[in-house]
T-cell receptor, first 115, second 109 residues
Framework: DTGVSQDPRHKITKRGQNVTFRCDPI?????LYWYRQTLGQGPEFLTY????????KSRLLSDRFSAERPKGSFSTLEIQRTEQGDSAMYLC?????????????FGPGTRLTVL | RKEVEQDPGPFNVPEGATVAFNCTYS??????FFWYRQDCRKEPKLLMS???SGNEDGRFTAQLNRASQYISLLIRDSKLSDSATYLC??????????FGSGTRLSIRP
């Protein structure tokens, strides 16, 4: 399967713990996005990478959140000192900057539950 | 006002019916537009892009009205498998992509 993959698919953690999620985009895609989605809402943009450069961060991304894409391939999203309000689905998407720009392909998401 | 607004529904229609959704956006600099479909507890999947001239893909027709800043999706001859949430997506630039909250559609036999 050459689609976007995310790991883990589910994460249950206690409040105050740190968690890290991984996203592997479609290999030829240079753009990578992280979103957060809660029940009944559309995905909310968190951050955007073009290659290894993080070009945009939402104000939703507090200082407890950090994302990296060190070699311009996979990306990680870390949440430090988790809070119950962090419980959500975290989605990763990738796209290319070629002729079919803007079409994003999503991974299956990581569902985070903070107890 | 939200940047992208959709009627949340739910729309509950019989199989075979035609159903239409609208989505409005506030930023006139928006560049590209899409409809995504999301099944329960699954990731969004691209349904179709929306072009100024309007476009059709089988039973699905998408329209864009830049003057009035809205996008529409028409589903003809609806099937049970069309039951899902439909998300309107507006790209202002590569780093600014806004999703609507989605419109829930339920098709009944």
């Amino acid at each position: 399967d050459t689609g976007v993959s995310q790991d883990p698919r589910h994460k249950i953690t206690k409040r105050g713990q740190n968690v890290t999620f991984r996203c592997d985009p479609i290999s030829e895609h240079n753009r990578l996005y992280w979103y957060r989605q809660t029940l009944g809402q559309g995905p909310e943009f968190l951050t955007y990478f073009q290659n290894e450069a993080q070009l945009e961060k939402s104000r939703l991304l507090s200082d407890r959140f950090s994302a990296e894409r060190p070699k311009g391939s996979f990306s990680t999203l870390e949440i430090q000192r988790t809070e119950q309000g962090d419980s959500a689905m975290y989605l990763c998407a990738s796209s290319s900057s070629g002729p079919s720009t803007d079409t994003q392909y999503f991974g299956p998401g990581t569902r985070l539950t903070v107890l | 006002r939200k940047e992208v607004e959709q009627d949340p529904g739910p729309f509950n229609v019989p199989e075979g019916a035609t159903v239409a959704f609208n989505c409005t956006y506030s930023n006139s600099a928006s560049q590209s537009f899409f409809w995504y479909r999301q099944d329960c507890r699954k990731e969004p999947k691209l349904l179709m892009s929306v072009y100024s001239s309007g476009n059709e893909d089988g039973r699905f027709t998408a329209q864009l009205n830049r003057a009035s800043q809205y996008i529409s999706l028409l589903i003809r001859d609806s099937k049970l498998s069309d039951s899902a949430t439909y998300l309107c997506v507006v790209n202002i630039q590569a780093s600014k992509i806004i999703f609507g909250s989605g419109t829930r559609l339920s098709i009944r036999p």
